[in-house]
């Protein structure tokens, strides 16, 4: 296969079905590694692992919601939106997330934020001044992971419980 063959090929979108099975999964499984590391007292590693989940989720989401939200872009930005906004990058997770409540996902800008809140307790660590509002101890980012986690799950079963196989849903049942 050529070059440019290789190139057409990522370029053309990957069927959606599979592309959000493929989300969910990882999502999944970053759920749950989250969830075990918090156990285990690994909170900051934690903290990363729900953050990676959410985004795998939001990821989905923005496939499974792609043809509403185009509606409200214009040109440059379905170009962008088609070529990279689908993969949620972390640096543009909040106005995805608005896109994504535009198209009928509620509560999602909120829970992002939580996300990137807990994101930012994985590299920076606690906040006991309070001057970036994250958690402020380890029990405080445990308790904030563990409402997120709920939340991701709720998500989860709403949105993509047709994508679940019976070992996906063994794994959710733990989280």
Known sequence: MSLLE???ERLEEPPKDEFV???IE???????LAKKLAEEGLVRNACGKA??????????LLYLKRDDILKLLDGEQKKWFLEKGIYAPS???KPLSVLLEKAGVKDVTAWTAEALSLHTYQYHGPD???LWGGP???EDAKEH????????KEYVREYFGKYLDESLEEVLKVI
Not at 26 to 32: G, H, I, L, P
Not at 145 to 152: A, D, F, H, N, T
């Open 128 to 130: 006991p001044e309070g």
């Open 21 to 23: 099975k493929k989300k």
């Open 6 to 8: 290789k190139a057409k």
């Open 26 to 32: 990882d999502s999944v499984y970053e759920a749950f």
């Open 91 to 93: 640096s543009r997770l």
């Open 51 to 60: 953050f990676q989940a959410w985004k795998d989720l939001i990821s989905a």
């Open 136 to 138: 402020v101890d380890k």
């Open 145 to 152: 992971l563990e409402l997120l986690l709920r939340k991701w």
